[in-house]
């Protein structure tokens, strides 16, 4: 079951154009907006966005991955929210584009039962883990000073812009609260992270369990 309730079937091509058409609409305006008395540090709020996207897939993948090192099963990784755009599988773990890449998940689970609640404090918090390594790589690159300087350098706006996209997503992430869906509450990183503390361990063994006839009765 799909956590945010999306549609399973693909944008048609009609879909796609028009959805494109309104995504080139909104960039359109906001670039008409940062033109208007345009000034270089308008250009900060656009890169924002546009870092948004491969941050929203690293900050997944850094999820996937530490539960791959930690030896869980990764089952699904979804990037987006909204219709399917794109489809595909890397070894045994299906990828999921969509049409807003606003949130993500990644889906897993345990493939046993030795320390489940510490690797799955771990794995949540791998993901704004990611965005603040990013941004402490910035930091470090930069400089501190120079990253909170006021500038017109169109170079250093885009790294304060990526240091800033980075962060936010990170402190964002780790705020404990819960996403509404058609399928209930879903706790985010940090919610998830506190949660993790008081997982009964026939939490993960239930897990365990589903995940083990999933690939026993799936190709």
Request: proline residues 6%; hydrophobic residues 50%.
């Amino acid at each position: 079951m799909d956590r945010f309730g999306a549609s399973d079937r693909p944008l048609s091509p009609q879909e796609r154009w028009m959805a494109g058409l309104f995504l080139g609409v909104v960039l359109g305006l906001f670039i008409l907006e940062i033109w208007h008395d345009y000034q270089p540090v308008k250009l900060s709020a656009l890169l924002i966005i546009l870092f948004w996207i491969p941050l929203l897939a690293l900050h997944e993948c850094g999820h996937a991955l530490a539960a791959a090192l930690l030896r869980w099963r990764v089952q699904k990784i979804v990037i987006g929210l909204g219709r399917l755009v794109a489809a595909f599988r890397i070894r045994n773990t299906s990828v999921e584009i969509r049409l807003l890449p606003i949130e993500g998940f990644v889906r897993c689970a345990p493939q046993d039962l030795r320390h489940p609640r510490l690797k799955n404090i771990a794995i949540y918090f791998a993901g704004p883990g990611v965005e603040l390594l990013i941004a402490l790589g910035v930091v470090l690159l930069v400089g501190w000073n120079r990253l909170l300087t006021l500038t017109e350098d169109y170079g250093l706006i885009a790294w304060q812009s990526l240091a800033l996209a980075a962060t936010a997503g990170a402190v964002l992430n780790l705020i404990p609260q819960a996403v509404r869906t058609p399928h209930g509450l879903i706790p985010n990183d940090g919610l998830g992270i506190l949660l993790s503390l008081f997982l009964p361990k026939q939490y993960f063994a239930s897990m365990l369990s589903e995940s083990r006839d999933e690939g026993r009765y799936k190709p």
